[in-house]
């Protein structure tokens, strides 16, 4: 690969991974490239267009006050500034695979369509403001429509990944092809409190230090302890439960299929630990504290019952439906990957270099 960025502050407020040297830039650069790719200059007024997008972006979802957060650790303007950064570098190389010649009339009518919902996006006095013209936010769209269309043609072809892909839905549900349906089916119905010792980031559980984790103990105790003093478990769950929904709580939807009778739960939706504790304890009782893999669990059980026709009907529903569910999120786990790879491997081909003190007078003009 031969990515570069120009020394300078950049590097410190935006660092792009893969950036490998440094090159000066010469008098006779323009000041408003941004970047040249390949040789090819592009100017600052498409930096500022994506910066415009992505701050929009990060506002929908945090509000104007997301820019006094900081995200992953970083100030969160630097955070749009990279992602910005990266959107415009990655649509322009992803762009340049896709011949303009092959948009068809309903991509151009599409392309078309665009252009006066981003300028009501944007406004077309904030675009006037900015430089930017309708023209040029046209040619801005279409490129954009071209790297679209080219990362949608790199679908997911299962070819000689069909069988790992086969085996892999298989390792997932071997567990429902020897199980027992009736005991998986076997219901409790139940009220519950959950305190739970660690929280998910990123869309990795993340236990919480030891400090912590007794403490959230002690809360369990606590409210162990109101039960046993006569406090009903209504009040106390609603004093001391840190959630209040099965389909949110991990170890009540542990299982892929799971009962639709609300507060009724079958037995193998439930993580296999706090199962066994539930279902051994007699009707009108509670569980205690059962520790489980993401925190305590206190369930207090109202009545038992086997499985009926419609819960073994609805077994088999449920359970191919969450077959081909995970199929198709494996299928496009694959696809992100295809098109990453194809990416990084155009990334690696291609000669950017990025104008530092055009971007930093970008970012600064946003700022303000």
Not at 150 to 158: A, I, Q, V, W
Not at 166 to 176: C, D
Not at 346 to 353: K, S
Request: net charge negative.
């Amino acid at each position: 690969m031969r990515r570069r960025i120009l020394c300078g502050v950049l590097i410190c407020l935006l660092c792009i991974s893969g950036l490998s040297a440094c090159r000066t830039r010469t008098p006779a650069e323009e000041d408003t490239v941004l970047m040249t790719i390949d040789g090819t200059s592009v100017d600052q007024k498409e930096g500022v267009l994506y910066l415009e997008l992505t701050r929009k972006s990060y506002e929908r979802r945090g509000g104007i006050e997301i820019w006094s957060m900081s995200l992953n650790g970083r100030d969160s303007a630097a955070t749009a500034g990279q992602n910005a950064l990266d959107s415009l570098i990655r649509t322009k190389i992803m762009a340049r695979e896709y011949d303009p010649k092959r948009l068809t009339e309903q991509d151009l009518r599409n392309i078309e369509r665009s252009v006066p919902q981003m300028i009501d996006l944007i406004g077309e006095d904030h675009l006037k403001e900015l430089g930017i013209t309708e023209k040029e936010l046209r040619s801005y769209m279409e490129e954009s429509y071209r790297a679209l269309q080219y990362e949608r043609s790199m679908t997911f072809l299962p070819g000689s990944r069909e069988e790992s892909l086969s085996e892999a839905v298989e390792e997932k549900f071997i567990a429902y092809a020897v199980a027992d349906r009736d005991t998986y089916l076997h219901k409790a119905a139940i009220d519950w409190i959950m305190i739970y010792t660690g929280e998910w980031i990123e869309g990795r559980w993340v236990s919480y230090p030891a400090l912590q984790k007794q403490e959230k103990r002690e809360k369990a105790e606590e409210a162990l302890q109101r039960l046993e003093e006569g406090s009903s478990f209504a009040l106390t769950r609603n004093l001391y439960s840190e959630e209040s929904s099965a389909e949110e709580d991990p170890v009540l939807s542990a299982g892929v299929v799971r009962s639709e009778e609300e507060g009724v739960f079958y037995r193998g939706q439930i993580e296999e630990d706090a199962a066994q504790a539930i279902f051994k304890t007699p009707a009108g009782e509670n569980t205690g504290i059962i520790d489980t893999s993401y925190g305590y669990l206190i369930a207090y059980i109202d009545s038992f019952s086997p499985a009926a026709y419609a819960d073994r009907i609805g077994y088999i529903d449920q359970l191919n439906k969450a077959r081909e569910e995970y199929r198709t999120q494996l299928m496009q786990q694959l696809s992100k990957e295809q098109r990453e790879a194809e990416y990084d491997r155009l990334l690696q081909d291609a000669d950017v270099i990025i104008h530092d003190e055009v971007w930093n007078r970008v970012l600064e003009a946003a700022r303000s």
